[in-house]
């Protein structure tokens, strides 16, 4: 694809992400219900604030800790994936690049398309190929989401059979499905009727439309460039192991916030209600999930045996260390990845034939 044909593309993938009115509406009413929330609660709030103001530094800085391990665990997913792809990039680069597109992430409702667009972007910018840039990300996207539903897997069998988990078990269980569904597809696809005949279907779906055979184009080009990082379901176990870790790392900064706040942590319900956070969360409804994030899990803390201002005050000191700290370093990694356009270290591969 030529560079002006690409910058094209670009363009047209930029309008396609920006928010709509219905996006900003939907969020300010979210906001507006946030704040009367708030507002009602406002003596759980008080004594959430009171509890804040006598944490324990100690704690703290294990919590800090914790969720830079995290950020390192993210940055290390896409780092190992350019790297199999014959580029090389230092973790402290990947970082700065993924905790950069984070803070456009949370800058604007629905602001993960933006960021991941602007992380093409600059990949792209630092010569790495167009489809090379789209399977790191969405492969990286995918590993995600197995290791969250991984994480909610295992909080399913620790959280035990009784009060709420009755209600939370269900959809603990349709993930646990959705996982095996997966496994067993990826299974049938060793097998060569199963891809003829699947390839059948696809071409039938194909022929019915030229937009729908383009993104088929656009689609196997990503897929054949994620097969050619590196074959075989081995391979795949350290970053898979990495996302998981990522959200473990995450969840323990939230265990550790409710330890440097002398709160007793609730195992037995912490990672499922981590986990089902996330899922609202990752939707971006507003920037940076504000209100979402701290109500879900505020309510999901105390139904999990918290009193409301231990439940809140965790949680808001929780989203102090992974969100309101990070914005700043990653606007200031965003000035400086926009800014600056090198190359990469080194490339050990030939260019694809896909790019």
Same mark, same amino acid.
């Given at each position: ?31 507006? %219900?946030?704040?009367?929330? %708030? ?18 530094? $100690? ?18 997913? $896409? ?135 383009? %993104? ?34 995450? %969840? ?104």
């Amino acid at each position: 694809m030529s560079e002006r044909s690409y910058t094209t593309v670009e363009r047209r993938a930029g309008r396609l992400v920006r928010p709509g009115w219905l996006t900003w509406r939907g969020a300010a009413l979210l906001l507006a %219900a946030a704040v009367w929330v %708030a507002v009602w609660r406002r003596h759980e709030l008080a004594q959430a604030f009171d509890l804040i103001s006598r944490v324990r530094v $100690p704690q703290l800085t294990v919590a800090v800790g914790l969720e830079a391990l995290s950020v390192a665990c993210f940055a290390a997913v $896409p780092r190992w994936l350019l790297r199999e792809g014959g580029v090389r990039w230092s973790l402290r680069r990947m970082a700065a690049l993924v905790v950069a597109a984070n803070a456009v992430a949370g800058a604007l409702p629905g602001g993960a398309a933006l960021a991941s667009a602007w992380t093409f972007r600059q990949l792209n910018r630092r010569r790495v190929e167009p489809a090379l840039a789209a399977a790191v990300l969405v492969s990286a996207g995918a590993l995600a989401a197995l290791g969250l539903g991984i994480l909610m897997v295992v909080g399913m069998f620790t959280v035990g059979a009784t009060g709420a988990a009755a209600v939370l078990r269900p959809a603990a269980g349709l993930l646990a499905l959705a996982l095996l569904f997966g496994l067993a597809l990826f299974s049938l696809s060793r097998f060569a009727g199963f891809r003829a005949a699947l390839r059948r279907w696809w071409d039938r779906v194909g022929q019915r439309s030229a937009r729908v055979r383009r %993104a088929q184009q656009a689609l196997v080009q990503v897929v054949e460039q994620i097969r050619s990082l590196r074959p075989g379901f081995r391979t795949w176990l350290r970053p898979a192991m990495l996302a998981l870790l990522n959200w473990t790392l995450d %969840a323990a900064c939230l265990a550790a916030c409710l330890w440097a706040l002398g709160v007793g942590v609730p195992w037995h319900g912490l990672l499922l209600a981590y986990g089902l956070t996330q899922i609202p969360g990752s939707l971006r409804l507003t920037p940076g999930s504000l209100g979402v994030i701290e109500a879900s899990l505020s309510v999901l803390l105390v139904l999990y045996g918290l009193a409301p201002g231990s439940a809140i005050g965790a949680t808001l000191l929780y989203r102090a260390i992974s969100y309101w700290a990070l914005q700043p370093i990653g606007w200031a990694c965003w000035i400086g990845v926009t800014f600056h356009a090198d190359r990469p270290e080194t490339s050990d591969r030939p260019s694809s034939p896909h790019g």
